[in-house]
């Protein structure tokens, strides 16, 4: 940026040479922020630090929401693979969970609507 260029202007001639580059194909990333804070004059240099502070705390913010929601889903998927195996483990007489294609009490397949448990014995007995 030019010592006694506006903001709007020095903005006006990036935002040309950019949209230039893309016409020639080139990928555009978020470097050009970076490039345009660098490239300001001593007299913005406190607004630029602000700016950057700004972007770092809120870098930090996503991955404390990002650790926290990934988090959460390990919880529920512990819980659920724990309640689970307790199911599975638990009962009397070899009892085990529904599944699809198992036969009912009735000796019929089952649907898969149908929800319970069915005796692993009266099956395979």
Do not use: W
């Not at 949209?19 to 607004?47: C, W």
């Not at 599975?88 to 089952?110: A, D, H, M, Y």
């Amino acid at each position: 940026m030019k010592s006694n260029e506006s903001v709007q202007d020095y903005f006006s001639r990036v935002f040309a040479l950019v949209n230039q580059m893309k016409s020639y194909g080139e990928q555009i990333t978020d470097e050009i922020i970076a490039k345009i804070l660098r490239s300001l004059t001593p007299k913005f240099e406190h607004v630029v630090a602000a700016i950057a502070e700004a972007y770092v705390i809120y870098l930090i913010i996503i991955f404390v929401e990002l650790m926290s929601s990934l988090q959460a889903h390990e919880k529920r998927f512990t819980r659920t693979h724990e309640k689970n195996e307790e199911k599975t483990f638990s009962g009397k007489g070899g009892v085990i969970p529904k599944r699809q294609g198992r036969i009912s009490p009735c000796n019929e397949q089952l649907c898969h609507s149908c929800v319970g448990v069915v005796d692993y014995f009266s099956i395979n007995g």
